[in-house]
């Protein structure tokens, strides 16, 4: 077989191509096809390749890391998301994070070459089962972007006109391609816990969490899309969500991973092998020359908004506005007082540690919020989330350290299986206590009881009524995965623009003392009720959902493929 050069090939008719850099690569490896992929150590090696593209963060060089989730409703950065803003600009050409195939065509080589491996036959079938995992990967990726998109289920060349010229596949076709994929791996892959002195690996376990996540997404996206341009025609999303509880009890039934015992300890390791519920990360090493290590600069930028930190319920388990509990939030110092124990373990109050030095008399501890740092954030609610004072202090708090990223954990299989059940009005007390019951008594937070859920009358508006179990469940998912890259993905499909549309995201009081006593009131801009605008002089936010849920197809792919077609609300030329 001649080395195949060239995947989505539009030069073929057109040399001009913004594609072109992709489209006309060299092969995709320097070694012949009649000795590559001969031994389980080349097909470990090109799978390696493909772990990069698992979440990490930010290159060393660029100062800081905006956290998780900081352009949501639940957390900002120095500037909004233009998408949530309403400003809106059509992609003209593609790119390698725009409209990119480049994943896809290097997985199905790999998977057109597989069977001239040998050895152990576990050995390879794993390595097998990873590349199913990644193609799932990639494409769950596309879905998410851009809806419908061609299906690519092997190598081709440029002679090949119907793939080169194919046009979007339906979205919920993508989606059970991505399943089938993931039904592959997992019928290949080994399945093992995170042991001491393990490094990161797919194993059977994180296929099938990834099965429930992908599951879970297209579910509700069908079922709150019903009726709108972006729906799928004949379905309220069921069948995925069926799924998406399957997979993950296979998770919950297995019994590899568990629950760590504390939450707060999970975040600031440097090292996450021997963690019983952490499921896939990322390591670091400097001394390995690896660029994206975790620079950091607190606030990094960003910080959690009002709506994020008022989420968290009182140690009552009822929400603030019906808890005699609450003690307001207009003064720093009582902000976590009788709240769920993970506020504190998210936010920065006064008292908690910068630097824990090994002599107590120099540990310094957080007084107030960086409004003016290079690097200063915006709101005055800053993350606890992700810090390590023994290591950032200790360095003037401004440095490169080797943070570990976690990409998937245990806590997410317990929070799609309650959601999916509920969403499926099949969800028992005994569904409820084997999985969100176990997160709330991790943190010795009361636990849900169906029938016995308390009315709040501030319920976040999503545009539509829920029951009550899944307006909770929903808080437990916000609160739980706070700031681990979730909150996006999860207002997308739940078609939620109306959390945000129309308004803008507060911070801290303003005439808190701890606040004023380091931000100028001329510097600020306040609501009616004396809480920080971060983007004030911007205005409120103006979602256009009949565009923005979907990420525009580039212009020039439109010209150089007839077959494909624009997503709703985008321009076509």
Not at 108 to 122: C, S, V, Y
Not at 232 to 251: H, N, Y
Not at 402 to 427: P, Q, W
């Amino acid at each position: 077989m001649k080395n195949i050069l060239k995947l989505f090939i539009l030069s073929l008719v057109i040399s001009l191509s913004s594609c072109e850099d992709f489209l006309d690569r060299a092969p995709l490896d320097t070694v012949s096809e009649a000795e590559f992929y001969k031994t389980t150590a080349d097909m470990r090696a090109a799978v390696n390749g493909f772990y990069s593209v698992i979440s990490g963060w930010q290159p060393l060089g660029v100062g800081f890391n905006i956290l998780p989730d900081s352009s949501t409703d639940l957390g900002t950065s120095q500037s909004p998301s233009n998408r949530l803003l309403g400003v809106y600009d059509v992609e003209t050409s593609a790119s390698n994070n725009v409209w990119s195939f480049d994943e896809v065509r290097e997985i199905n080589w790999f998977l057109d070459h597989i069977d001239q491996a040998e050895g152990d036959e576990m050995a390879i079938n794993h390595y097998i089962g990873e590349g199913y995992f990644f193609r799932a990967f990639y494409y769950f990726n596309l879905l998410t972007r851009y809806g419908d998109v061609p299906i690519f289920e092997t190598y081709f060349d440029n002679t090949d006109t119907d793939m080169v010229f194919k046009a979007r596949d339906p979205r919920n076709e993508v989606a059970n391609f991505i399943i089938s994929d993931l039904d592959t791996a997992i019928s290949l892959l080994q399945s093992f816990p995170n042991t001491p002195g393990a490094g990161p690996r797919i194993n059977l376990e994180v296929a099938q969490l990834f099965k429930a996540r992908v599951a879970l997404y297209e579910g509700t996206w069908e079922r709150y899309h019903n009726g709108t341009v972006y729906g799928v025609e004949g379905s309220d999303g069921s069948s995925f969500l069926q799924i998406a509880a399957d997979a993950a009890e296979e998770v919950i039934n297995g019994g590899v991973f568990s629950l760590h015992s504390d939450y707060e300890t999970l975040f600031n390791k440097v090292g996450l092998s021997g963690n019983s519920e952490v499921m896939l990360w990322r390591d670091y090493s400097v001394t390995e020359s690896q660029t994206n290590v975790l620079q950091i600069s607190w606030p990094n930028r960003c910080g959690y908004t009002r709506a994020a930190v008022r989420s968290y319920l009182c140690t009552d388990g009822n929400p603030i506005s019906v808890s005699p509990l609450y003690q307001g939030d207009q003064d720093f110092n009582t902000l976590e007082t009788n709240r769920d124990p993970r506020l504190a373990m998210t936010l920065m109050t006064p008292g908690d540690l910068i630097l824990d030095d090994s002599n107590d008399a120099n540990d310094i501890l957080w007084t107030n919020p960086d409004f003016t740092g290079a690097n200063a954030g915006n709101t005055g609610y800053e993350s606890q989330k992700y810090r390590n004072p023994v290591i950032d202090g200790s360095n003037d708090n401004d440095f490169s350290i080797v943070t570990s990223r976690i990409f998937m954990r245990y806590a997410e299989v317990l929070l799609i299986f309650a959601e999916a059940k509920a969403e499926l009005g099949t969800i028992t007390q005994a569904d409820l206590d084997k999985s969100i019951n176990l997160l709330r008594a991790r943190v010795s937070m009361p636990g849900i009881t169906l029938g016995a859920i308390a009315t709040d009358p501030d319920w976040p508006n999503y545009g539509y009524t829920l029951n009550d179990i899944l307006y909770e469940i929903r808080r437990e998912r916000s609160v739980e995965l706070m700031a681990e890259g979730f909150r996006a993905n999860d207002f997308y499909r739940w078609r939620a623009h109306s959390l945000f549309d129309g308004d803008q995201p507060r911070g801290a009081y303003y005439n808190d003392p701890i606040v004023s006593s380091v931000l100028d009131s001329g510097s600020v801009i306040l609501d009616n009720d004396g809480y920080i605008l971060p983007f004030g002089s911007l205005g409120n936010y103006n979602f256009d959902e009949s565009k923005a849920y979907l990420l525009s197809i580039p212009l020039d792919e439109l010209q150089l493929n007839p077959n494909l077609t624009q997503n709703p609300g985008w321009p076509s030329q």
